[in-house]
């Protein structure tokens, strides 16, 4: 049985430590142009050639690639100036105890330069970059720079949340649960009685389990991703892992796309390398859906079929058959049951739903089909 | 030949008027604005000449009155040497009789009539004599009206008055009522002329009082004389048989030998004897009747064989050869035009050393360049004067670039044409200059859109025979050596307008770089002050200062072109 471990890491929002992280970065800005210097900024490039899979901690991480952005570089200058904006921006939010969104955060910096008619900022598009520069400068999270983005995603079992001024457990706020907030670092785990986290892609599933009352019965977490996991989300998985020992199982759509989603939480992903050791959670185990499912459990007869062009055939793969083929190459998925499962897939041309085991019947996925699974532990890695 | 000699004795006995009325069109009076152009052009060239051989700083001052319709008074006056009482009818009288109608020297005029033309001009137009005032800077000054005897081709004076000279005044000013001309400012008229004549010759202070009584100035810019052109032999490849045959009739010498040797310049006793044998070669191949041997034999010779020529027509050879011999002993005003013809045709067949070049006297790339200053005001202007060359195997010549660019100047290209200093105006597309000029690739000089570029080339051909299209000696033609040099010429001037502008280009590069960075500084410094509590305005001084550093070395590395692009790559 699926018990919690013991904590790896612990409760670590410091909002103290961004304030001098930010402030340790003006006090060198400053220095070099006090002593006459051309001042710079050492931000790790970003792209998929900047990123390497770590196979020792099975993490998606950043490369140590810096590109140096000068002030008296022409082509420099107006990052140069815009980094040092929001970095004011954010040292004021913190220090103030306030969160704003990315597009509060765009608006709030943007205002027409003295004497010309350019704008500090002219689009949000420049103002997230930006934002994703000082995350990988300085070593922290956007959250954790009191910046938020769009919240997707719920939560409902049996634990204990402090949250500010507010603690609840989030099986007792209805059906729908607590849904997950932009930023959650400041949030605390007041009490945890489940023994693990089930990861559901869809809120429909989710919303099945629930009122199944599965997460009473088998003591687990249901976390609704509602499709690919946000950032709270995924920085929640995380803690709940590494500061809670909790042990977490994804349940997905057998399909590329659910897969994917897996992958993400598990080993992070590229445009976050730089965070994924806050974000990912490598120990995460996956229940389903698979290949191996439709066979198992006769599910022949609700499966979908792949879309696009399969490898085989002119003009392919595309679609589906070339989403498999590329998770297939991916470092974290050099295993021998993920292999397999990625090769039925191609070999039969299906996809198959979490909902699909609605065919059976609606209580068949909460009472036989994952309770046996995650009992006799036939997950994959 | 016979028709041909007739033809010049002809030309010398002809009436003047009638010579006049003949050639108007080779004399410049064609046309209303060419022939006002003309008439200025004379007077002012004399004023020129006569200050630089007297070595006076030229004041030139024309001022063009309107009588009637078509019908203009023209006063030019100068500070020059002045004429002295009895050189008046020599000088403003007689056709063909300017001092430098048959020297070999480069000048101003080459037309050979000079004011003289301008008077007679005057004279069939509007029936009025010249009237002209002048002192040497003595104790008197002479007021003379100055008409041409058409019958005597002299000049005449109708009257004369002798004024005292309190102030020792010294100087020339001619009057000259004119019909049948027009004065318009456009680029074939007197304001164009002027101009163009100012700036060839920037040691001149010239003006001008248009019609309407407008001054304008164009103002000396520099303080030195130039040397007065020296006389040149001529070099045996640069004369035809009418130079020959004329300066026969000149000469001096005894002989046709000493006559050559004396008066042409490449000329040695050994030549002479080389020139015997030529012409005696000639002579044998010209009583050959088959053309195809004839032409053979030519060939043979222009590859230097003479002696065996020679030696194939065995004595018969030795016979011409004895005949071409006494022809060098006889005297030279007995030498028939067919014998200057041979001779001609002989310097054809020799070699000779390149003519000397000391009589070329070209402008001068300072002083180009102090013109084209002093009148155009451009930002940038070079100028090139190329060595003296040779062309059609004789006759030297030079050629002067001046370019002026940017500045006060419009935005289109302007050729200014000029040969021996006089500025051309008419039949700019036929001239070599022109087609030179469009020659270039502009573009690989950072000049995109000549026509639009604030751009204005000087072109001055200078020989002692420069080669016209046409007797109205207003465009140069294409010889081969003279397009080269043009272009050459023009080359070197456009790569230094290329550095320029490439250094232009990146100044203002960088005065855009330092906007640029001055205009995030509030920003970043407001920044700062919130990230590290230091005072905002004391940020800002560091960046400040920081950026003019930054700046302060990059114009001092901008004087050292090579290490500007180092710096660029870093």
Same mark, same amino acid.
């Given at each position: 049985?699926?018990?919690?471990?013991?904590?790896?890491?612990?409760?670590?929002?410091?909002?103290?430590?961004?304030?001098?992280?930010?402030?340790?970065?003006?006090?060198?800005?400053?220095?070099?142009?006090?002593?006459?210097?051309?001042?710079?900024?050492?931000?790790?490039?970003?792209?998929?050639?900047?990123?390497?899979? @770590?196979?020792?901690?099975?993490?998606?991480?950043?490369?140590?690639?810096?590109?140096?952005?000068?002030?008296?570089?022409?082509?420099?200058?107006?990052?140069?100036?815009? &980094?040092?904006?929001?970095?004011?921006?954010?040292?004021?939010?913190?220090?103030?105890?306030?969160?704003?969104?990315?597009?509060?955060?765009?608006?709030?910096? *943007?205002?027409?330069?003295?004497?010309? *008619?350019?704008?500090?900022?002219? @689009?949000?598009?420049?103002?997230?970059?930006?934002?994703? @520069?000082?995350?990988?400068?300085?070593?922290?999270?956007?959250?954790?720079?009191?910046?938020?983005?769009?919240?997707?995603?719920?939560?409902?079992?049996?634990?204990?949340?402090?949250?500010?001024?507010?603690?609840?457990?989030?099986?007792?706020?209805?059906?729908?649960?607590?849904?997950?907030?932009?930023?959650?670092?400041?949030?605390?785990?007041? @009490?945890?009685?489940?023994?693990?986290?089930?990861?559901?892609?869809?809120?429909?599933?989710?919303?099945?389990?629930?009122?199944?009352?599965?997460?009473?019965?088998?003591?687990?977490?249901?976390?609704?991703?509602?499709?690919?996991?946000?950032?709270?989300?995924?920085?929640?998985?995380?803690?709940?892992?590494?500061?809670?020992?909790?042990?977490?199982?994804?349940?997905?759509?057998?399909?590329?796309?659910?897969?994917?989603?897996?992958?993400?939480?598990?080993?992070?992903?590229?445009?976050?390398?730089?965070?994924?050791?806050?974000?990912?959670?490598?120990?995460?185990?996956?229940?389903?859906?698979?290949?191996?499912?439709?066979?198992?459990?006769?599910?022949?007869?609700? &499966?979908?079929?792949? *879309?696009?062009?399969?490898?085989?055939?002119?003009?392919?793969?595309?679609?589906?058959?070339?989403?498999?083929?590329?998770?297939?190459?991916?470092?974290?998925?050099?295993?021998?049951?993920?292999?397999?499962?990625?090769?039925?897939?191609?070999?039969?041309?299906?996809?198959?739903?979490?909902?699909?085991?609605?065919?059976?019947?609606?209580?068949?996925?909460?009472?036989?089909?994952?309770?046996? *699974?995650?009992?006799?532990?036939?997950?994959?890695? | 030949?016979?028709?041909?000699?007739?033809?010049?004795?002809?030309?010398?006995?002809?009436?003047?008027?009638?010579?006049?009325?003949?050639?108007?069109?080779?004399?410049? =009076?064609?046309?209303?604005?060419?022939?006002?152009?003309?008439?200025?052009?004379? +007077?002012?060239?004399?004023?020129?000449?006569?200050?630089?051989?007297?070595?006076?700083?030229? =004041?030139?001052?024309?001022?063009?009155?309107?009588?009637?319709?078509?019908?203009?008074?023209?006063?030019?006056?100068?500070?020059?040497?002045?004429?002295?009482?009895?050189?008046?009818?020599?000088?403003?009288?007689?056709?063909?009789?300017?001092?430098?109608?048959?020297?070999?020297?480069?000048?101003?005029?080459?037309?050979?009539?000079?004011?003289?033309?301008?008077?007679?001009?005057?004279?069939?137009?509007?029936?009025?004599?010249?009237?002209?005032?002048?002192?040497?800077?003595?104790?008197?000054?002479?007021?003379?009206?100055?008409?041409?005897?058409?019958?005597?081709?002299?000049?005449?004076?109708?009257?004369?008055?002798?004024?005292?000279?309190?102030?020792?005044?010294?100087?020339?000013?001619?009057?000259?009522?004119?019909?049948?001309?027009?004065?318009?400012?456009?680029?074939?008229?007197?304001?164009?002329?002027?101009?163009?004549?100012?700036?060839?010759?920037?040691?001149?202070?010239?003006?001008?009082?248009?019609?309407?009584?407008?001054?304008?100035?164009?103002?000396?810019?520099?303080?030195?004389?130039?040397?007065?052109?020296?006389?040149?032999?001529?070099?045996?490849?640069?004369?035809?048989?009418?130079?020959?045959?004329?300066?026969?009739?000149?000469?001096?010498?005894?002989?046709?030998?000493?006559?050559?040797?004396?008066?042409?310049?490449?000329?040695?006793?050994?030549? /002479?004897?080389?020139?015997?044998?030529?012409?005696?070669?000639?002579?044998?191949?010209?009583?050959?009747?088959?053309?195809?041997?004839?032409?053979?034999?030519?060939?043979?010779?222009?590859?230097?064989?003479?002696?065996?020529?020679?030696?194939?027509?065995?004595?018969?050879?030795?016979?011409?050869?004895?005949?071409?011999?006494?022809?060098?002993?006889?005297?030279?005003?007995?030498?028939?035009?067919?014998?200057?013809?041979?001779?001609?045709?002989?310097?054809?067949?020799?070699?000779?050393?390149?003519?000397?070049?000391?009589?070329?006297?070209?402008?001068?790339?300072?002083?180009?360049?102090?013109?084209?200053?002093?009148?155009?005001?451009?930002?940038?202007?070079?100028?090139?004067?190329?060595?003296?060359?040779?062309?059609?195997?004789?006759?030297?010549?030079?050629?002067?670039?001046?370019? +002026? =660019?940017?500045?006060?100047?419009?935005?289109?290209?302007?050729?200014?044409?000029?040969?021996?200093?006089?500025?051309?105006?008419?039949?700019?597309?036929?001239?070599?200059?022109?087609?030179?000029?469009?020659? /270039?690739?502009?573009?690989?000089?950072?000049?995109?859109?000549?026509?639009?570029?604030?751009?204005?080339?000087?072109?001055?051909?200078?020989?002692?025979?420069?080669?016209?299209?046409?007797?109205?000696?207003?465009?140069?033609?294409?010889?081969?050596?003279? =397009?080269?040099?043009?272009?050459?010429?023009?080359?070197?001037?456009?790569?230094?307008?290329?550095?320029?502008?490439?250094?232009?280009?990146?100044?203002?590069?960088?005065?855009?770089?330092?906007?640029?960075?001055?205009?995030?500084?509030?920003?970043?410094?407001?920044?700062?002050?919130?990230?590290?509590?230091?005072?905002?305005?004391?940020?800002?001084?560091?960046? /400040?200062?920081?950026?003019?550093?930054?700046?302060?070395?990059?114009?001092?590395?901008?004087?050292?072109?090579?290490?500007?692009?180092?710096?660029?790559?870093?």
């Amino acid at each position: 049985m699926l018990k919690r471990e013991m904590p790896k890491e612990r409760f670590a929002y410091d909002p103290q430590k961004v304030l001098r992280k930010l402030e340790e970065l003006g006090r060198e800005i400053l220095e070099e142009v006090r002593q006459g210097k051309n001042p710079y900024l050492d931000i790790p490039t970003r792209g998929l050639n900047n990123v390497y899979f @770590d196979e020792v901690k099975r993490v998606i991480r950043m490369g140590n690639k810096l590109s140096r952005r000068y002030f008296l570089n022409v082509a420099h200058a107006r990052k140069f100036m815009q &980094t040092l904006l929001i970095a004011a921006y954010v040292k004021r939010l913190v220090s103030e105890g306030k969160h704003a969104s990315l597009r509060e955060a765009y608006y709030a910096n *943007k205002h027409t330069i003295p004497g010309t *008619k350019e704008n500090t900022f002219e @689009d949000q598009s420049e103002s997230d970059p930006v934002i994703e @520069d000082l995350e990988r400068m300085l070593g922290v999270l956007r959250e954790e720079m009191h910046l938020t983005a769009d919240r997707r995603g719920y939560v409902y079992g049996d634990i204990t949340i402090r949250d500010g001024e507010d603690e609840f457990n989030t099986s007792k706020l209805g059906m729908g649960g607590w849904a997950v907030p932009g930023t959650v670092e400041h949030i605390q785990f007041v @009490d945890i009685n489940v023994d693990y986290a089930l990861v559901v892609e869809t809120a429909a599933m989710a919303d099945r389990l629930i009122e199944e009352k599965f997460p009473k019965k088998e003591r687990a977490l249901i976390i609704a991703t509602q499709g690919q996991a946000s950032r709270g989300v995924r920085r929640l998985i995380h803690r709940l892992h590494y500061e809670e020992g909790l042990p977490i199982i994804v349940f997905t759509d057998g399909d590329p796309y659910g897969w994917y989603i897996y992958s993400t939480i598990k080993q992070g992903s590229i445009n976050l390398a730089y965070l994924s050791e806050k974000l990912a959670t490598p120990e995460a185990k996956f229940v389903g859906m698979t290949m191996d499912d439709i066979k198992k459990y006769g599910l022949e007869n609700v &499966t979908e079929k792949l *879309k696009g062009i399969p490898p085989n055939k002119k003009g392919g793969p595309t679609g589906d058959y070339k989403r498999i083929i590329e998770e297939m190459n991916y470092p974290w998925f050099q295993t021998k049951e993920w292999q397999r499962q990625l090769k039925l897939a191609l070999q039969w041309g299906v996809r198959i739903e979490q909902q699909a085991l609605a065919n059976k019947s609606l209580e068949f996925v909460a009472k036989k089909y994952l309770p046996e *699974k995650i009992a006799n532990e036939e997950l994959l890695p | 030949m016979a028709k041909a000699k007739e033809l010049f004795k002809e030309f010398k006995i002809q009436s003047v008027s009638e010579f006049f009325r003949r050639n108007a069109a080779m004399l410049g =009076y064609t046309g209303k604005i060419r022939s006002l152009t003309t008439v200025v052009h004379e +007077a002012v060239t004399n004023s020129l000449d006569a200050c630089e051989e007297a070595g006076i700083l030229p =004041y030139v001052r024309v001022e063009i009155e309107e009588l009637g319709k078509e019908h203009y008074k023209i006063i030019v006056e100068d500070n020059g040497p002045g004429i002295p009482e009895k050189f008046i009818t020599h000088v403003f009288g007689k056709m063909l009789a300017g001092t430098k109608a048959h020297r070999n020297i480069q000048s101003r005029g080459q037309q050979g009539i000079g004011i003289s033309g301008a008077v007679m001009f005057a004279q069939i137009t509007s029936g009025k004599a010249t009237r002209v005032i002048t002192s040497t800077g003595g104790d008197e000054i002479i007021e003379a009206w100055v008409k041409i005897d058409v019958e005597k081709n002299e000049g005449k004076i109708v009257k004369k008055i002798k004024h005292p000279n309190p102030t020792g005044w010294r100087g020339t000013r001619i009057e000259l009522e004119v019909k049948n001309v027009k004065y318009v400012r456009s680029k074939q008229g007197v304001f164009w002329y002027l101009k163009l004549t100012a700036i060839a010759n920037p040691h001149a202070h010239i003006e001008l009082i248009e019609p309407d009584g407008k001054l304008i100035v164009f103002p000396r810019s520099s303080e030195e004389v130039p040397k007065p052109p020296v006389e040149m032999k001529p070099h045996p490849r640069g004369v035809m048989t009418d130079d020959v045959y004329r300066m026969a009739k000149r000469t001096r010498k005894n002989t046709v030998k000493r006559f050559l040797i004396s008066e042409f310049s490449r000329i040695s006793d050994r030549k /002479i004897d080389e020139l015997i044998k030529y012409i005696a070669a000639i002579r044998l191949i010209n009583s050959e009747e088959d053309k195809r041997i004839k032409d053979e034999l030519f060939e043979r010779l222009a590859k230097g064989e003479v002696d065996l020529i020679l030696r194939s027509y065995g004595r018969r050879a030795k016979k011409v050869i004895r005949e071409v011999q006494k022809l060098m002993d006889k005297p030279p005003e007995k030498l028939t035009w067919h014998e200057a013809e041979e001779i001609v045709e002989a310097f054809k067949y020799i070699k000779f050393l390149a003519p000397p070049t000391h009589g070329l006297r070209p402008i001068g790339e300072e002083n180009i360049v102090k013109g084209l200053t002093g009148i155009l005001k451009p930002e940038f202007v070079t100028a090139v004067t190329r060595p003296p060359k040779v062309y059609r195997g004789g006759i030297p010549f030079q050629v002067e670039i001046g370019l +002026a =660019y940017g500045g006060e100047l419009e935005s289109s290209f302007n050729l200014l044409r000029y040969a021996n200093r006089v500025p051309l105006l008419f039949d700019a597309g036929a001239c070599v200059t022109t087609t030179a000029a469009r020659s /270039i690739d502009w573009k690989r000089y950072k000049v995109e859109d000549l026509d639009r570029a604030p751009l204005t080339l000087l072109i001055n051909v200078i020989s002692v025979h420069v080669p016209y299209t046409s007797t109205g000696k207003q465009s140069i033609a294409n010889e081969d050596e003279i =397009y080269e040099e043009i272009r050459l010429a023009i080359m070197e001037a456009a790569r230094r307008l290329q550095t320029y502008l490439s250094g232009k280009h990146r100044k203002l590069y960088q005065v855009k770089r330092k906007k640029t960075l001055q205009k995030y500084v509030p920003e970043i410094a407001r920044a700062l002050s919130i990230l590290t509590g230091e005072p905002e305005e004391k940020v800002k001084e560091y960046f /400040i200062s920081l950026i003019e550093r930054k700046f302060e070395t990059v114009e001092e590395t901008l004087e050292q072109p090579a290490e500007v692009e180092a710096d660029a790559e870093a």
